[in-house]
């Protein structure tokens, strides 16, 4: 297996700590909004990630976190928490939003058929660990306090900006001046382990003792308690999106570094964008779309699955309904394969040539998802076998072993039921036809279609489908 290393910006072979089991952290969702499909392809790729791995014969331990608590608005420390924000807004309280919110995305990873973590960790539920964390780090020296909050001290780590391949100085010129942030903050690049419950954030909702005053945790802590707490010191994979890379994952190996003197995580993997109209779909920014506003327009979340496979995970990628449209048709054609694949149930002889020919497909089905996880190859050579003439049990199998990286629940689909009315309508106009009465015949395949059906004639007779 082959992986991009955000880290070391290389491909490099994937070598985990333990022989063939791999420990995964995944950035889970801040939960005051709806999770929206950009967000979901994200989760979908760390899940063809998780999936390959499985695949080849990996045993997988993934932890994600629910972020409900210490995510400001701003990545340098400026504005509102953005649970508590939300909060406002709704005139609910921070616990519901948040529990709404999760229960939402919870839903959506399920419709996506992304495999659940092992652990599914909440920030509020590690507050402890996270000040045990803190506590730490202070005692080491890599803090300082000020009325407002405790600070990881960028300068006191020699490795900062190694992830982002910033230096300090260019992380100043990020600073922005029209937001408010600590005046004792002594520089932007320092980031809040714990902020307390005092100047804008004294009405904060979220609160609890500690060391420095009643307070909350800033975002990055949670993640590396979590991934410490469950994975342990150095861990194979941590995945998320590029947008976390630069603040969110610089922070996270500062802090855990710093405390262990170890490597944090040995491969980074980020996923890149998926855009709508050229632009990041984002929650702050309102141009997002969720699971439902898709499947209101009639896309079966599994076709979006297989959109997102058709596009590498290090690219962008435009969202358009055209493109929703075009992979929902294609994963229904997929299914009507599969339906069609089990009535071919004649198992043959392999000769020599074809049982090669299914060893190849899987072979270069292995090499591709192998390298860097090139998904719309492997979705190609899919196609490719399906038109061959392997014999079709053989390819049923294929397609299910495929699908066990792809995720389209393929081994579920089940034929459809044609009501009895449709089929009866459809062998009179089949009986028409037979007599080429071709009114009659056109006449028969208006009321089928008036009813929300069609007929296709093929050479074994006619097929019934419902109209889409
Ligand atoms: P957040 O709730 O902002 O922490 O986002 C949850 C995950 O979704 C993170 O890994 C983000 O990087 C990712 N993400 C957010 N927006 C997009 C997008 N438009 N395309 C792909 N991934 C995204
Ligand atoms: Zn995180």
Request: net charge negative; hydrophobic share 35%.
């Amino acid at each position: 297996m082959y992986l991009y290393n955000s880290l070391t910006r290389k491909i490099e072979e994937f070598k985990p700590l333990k022989p063939q089991e791999v420990n995964i952290y995944v950035c889970g969702l801040t939960v005051y909004d709806f999770a929206h499909i950009g967000n979901m392809r994200s989760y979908s790729n760390s899940d063809f990630l998780k999936r390959t791995l499985l695949y080849l014969g990996y045993k997988v331990n993934h932890v994600m976190n629910i972020t409900d608590v210490g995510h400001l608005t701003g990545d340098d420390d400026s504005g509102e928490d953005k649970l508590e924000k939300q909060a406002k807004k709704t005139k609910k309280t921070v616990w519901e939003v948040a529990e709404f919110y999760t229960d939402f995305f919870l839903k959506t990873l399920k419709e996506l058929n992304i495999l659940l973590p092992d652990v599914l960790s909440k920030a509020t539920d590690h507050i402890p660990e996270m000040v045990a964390f803190i506590k730490k780090l202070e005692e080491k020296g890599f803090t300082y306090e000020t009325n407002e909050a405790v600070y990881f001290d960028v300068s006191k780590f020699k490795g900062y900006g190694k992830l982002s391949g910033q230096k300090l100085e260019e992380k100043l010129k990020g600073a922005r001046e029209e937001v408010y942030v600590d005046p004792k903050k002594k520089h932007p690049a320092d980031f809040a382990l714990w902020f307390k419950r005092i100047g804008r954030f004294a009405n904060h909702q979220m609160h609890w003792e500690s060391p420095w005053g009643e307070g909350f945790p800033g975002w990055h802590i949670e993640c590396s308690a979590m991934s410490m707490k469950y994975l342990g010191q150095t861990i194979d994979i941590h995945a998320g999106g590029v947008d976390h890379l630069a603040v969110h994952h610089e922070d996270e190996i500062a802090q855990s570094e710093a405390l262990t003197g170890k490597q944090f995580v040995n491969y980074w993997f980020h996923n890149n964008f998926l855009l709508v109209e050229n632009q990041k779909m984002s929650k702050s920014l309102g141009n997002f779309f969720t699971i439902e506003d898709t499947q209101k327009k009639g896309i079966d979340p599994l076709a979006l699955r297989l959109l997102f496979l058709q596009t590498h995970y290090r690219s962008m990628m435009n969202f358009t309904w055209d493109s929703a449209k075009g992979s929902n048709e294609a994963l229904n054609k997929l299914k009507e394969q599969v339906v069609m694949l089990r009535k071919q149930t004649d198992r043959t002889t392999l000769s020599q040539e074809k049982y090669k020919k299914i060893e190849e497909y899987r072979d270069r089905f292995i090499a591709a998802i192998s390298n860097d996880l090139q998904t719309s190859a492997a979705v190609a050579i899919m196609w490719e076998m399906l038109k061959s003439n392997v014999p079709s049990p053989d390819k049923l199998d294929l397609l299910l072993e495929f699908d066990q990286v792809f995720g389209l629940k393929l081994a579920e689909v089940e034929e459809e039921k044609i009501p009895e009315d449709i089929v009866k309508l459809a062998e009179e106009r089949q009986q028409m036809r037979v007599e080429k009465r071709y009114e009659e015949t056109d006449r028969l395949r208006k009321e089928i279609e008036s009813k929300g059906y069609t007929v296709e004639d093929t050479p074994e007779g006619f097929r019934i489908k419902r109209l889409k």
